[in-house]
Structure formats: structure tokens, C-alpha cells
């Protein structure tokens, strides 16, 4: 077996394994099935290729991988949950906080128009251009700088997405978002973590959603000014 047939075949698994862990978590998550579109954006990025070449023979395993730098990539259970529940769409312009090696914006670049990208680490994201680069991924853009601000140059966003928690939703971000928008995010102290939503309604209300509990890097540089509420 070649090695791109050897990484389809991993990435089935790694979709099935999803799967399975999707129905499990079903009563705390409101639903046990991905949407088609978030499997087929998961079936079609090649993990392996954001991941250092050291840890590729596990990239397709079910749990997060060291990426450098003291950070990790996400399990894939928790990327495509967290993509199925940010509900991005094609015509939608999308923020996410925290590129990593940038294969969460590799999987949203599937599903919507735009994806804006802020990574405090600078050499993180210089590594993550390469990559989509390489992969030809051209509706991503990636700058180095504190996600709690934003990217207030292309706001407002139809959707946000955080991978790094902060304690308190930055009230930068829910500026940023737009009327009738939606984050999702995990949020809380290091060792009470919660992935939630924050929908923005028409009117320009903001409610929130705690689902289950969730453990990722805490956010850099975060602001301490909005509740939880």
C-alpha cells in the first residue's frame, strides 16, 4: 500500500472513530450525527500534513499531537464538533483564534468563503502559511498577533471560532461578531473548561450555551472584562 492510500485509509478510521465518540457525547451536544459537509471537510484534509513529520505515523488517531512550541493540535473528535456546531457556510466569513499549524482553518476553508486566522506565536504561524500554502488552500489568511483583539480590519464575521480558552469571552470578539452571528469557543479556568456558544441575535443580544467539559492551551494575551453570562 502506497503511503497516500495508507493515509485514506487512516482518515476513514479516524472518521469512524469520530463518529462513534459523536455518539457518545449525543445528550451533552444535542444531536449525535455530524453534518455531511463537516465529515466531507474532515475526509479531505490530510491531518498528516499539520502535524511535525516525527508524529505522522499517529496523526490520524483520535486525541491531540504536540504540534512545538508547548501547543497542541485538537483531537479530531473535538475539531469537527466544534465545526458542526459553528454551522459555517459558504457564503460566511469566518475568525479563528489560535492557527496552531493551521489545520483547523484547513477544515473551515472547506465550508466557507473566507477564513481569518490569529496566532500569537509567530512561528506558528509563518509554519502554518507554508503548510496551506503547500496544500494550495488560498482562502485563508494568517497573522501573528494577540487573539483577544481580533482582526477588527475585516470585522464584523459571520462566525468565530477560538481554539485557545480564555476565561472571560473577549468583549473584542463579541463586537467582532456579527448581528445573528455565532462563536464557539471553550472558556473558563485551566481546570473547569466548557465548550460553548455565543449566539449574537438580530437585535444584537448575546446568549450563551455551556455543553460539555472540554481542556485546551489558555488564550495569550487574553483581556479579563466580559462575563461569563
Not at 487512516?10 to 444531536?31: K, N, T, Y
Not at 457564503?91 to 493551521?102: A, D, P, Q, S, W
Request: net charge negative; hydrophobic share 40%; aromatic share 4%.
Amino acid at each position: 500500500m502506497d503511503k497516500d492510500t495508507e493515509y485514506q485509509t487512516q482518515r476513514q478510521a479516524m472518521i469512524e472513530a469520530i463518529d462513534l465518540h459523536m455518539r457518545s457525547a449525543a445528550e451533552q451536544v444535542g444531536g449525535g450525527s455530524l453534518s455531511p459537509t463537516v465529515i466531507a471537510a474532515m475526509g479531505d484534509v490530510p491531518r498528516h500534513e499539520f502535524v511535525p513529520v516525527e508524529m505522522r505515523s499517529y496523526a490520524y488517531l483520535d486525541q491531540p499531537l504536540p504540534i512545538g512550541c508547548d501547543k497542541t493540535i485538537s483531537q479530531p473528535f473535538i475539531v469537527a464538533l466544534m465545526t458542526h456546531l459553528l454551522d459555517a457556510r459558504p457564503e460566511h466569513t469566518v475568525l479563528e483564534i489560535g492557527t496552531g499549524l493551521g489545520y483547523q482553518a484547513a477544515v473551515l476553508s472547506r465550508l466557507a468563503k473566507k477564513v481569518y486566522s490569529v496566532e500569537v506565536i509567530e512561528e506558528l504561524a509563518k509554519r502554518a502559511r507554508g503548510r496551506l500554502k503547500r496544500l494550495k488552500i488560498v482562502n485563508v489568511d494568517i497573522r501573528a498577533g494577540d487573539g483577544a483583539q481580533g482582526w477588527p480590519e475585516y470585522a464584523p464575521f459571520d462566525r468565530i471560532m477560538m481554539t485557545a480558552a480564555p476565561q472571560l469571552i473577549p468583549s473584542a470578539l463579541l463586537v467582532q461578531l456579527k448581528k445573528g452571528g455565532r462563536m464557539v469557543l471553550p472558556a473558563g479556568i485551566a481546570d473547569d473548561q466548557k465548550l460553548m456558544i455565543v449566539d449574537k441575535n438580530e437585535q444584537g443580544r448575546i446568549q450563551t450555551r455551556e455543553l460539555l467539559s472540554v481542556r485546551f492551551s489558555e488564550l495569550e494575551g487574553e483581556e479579563r472584562e466580559q462575563p461569563l453570562s
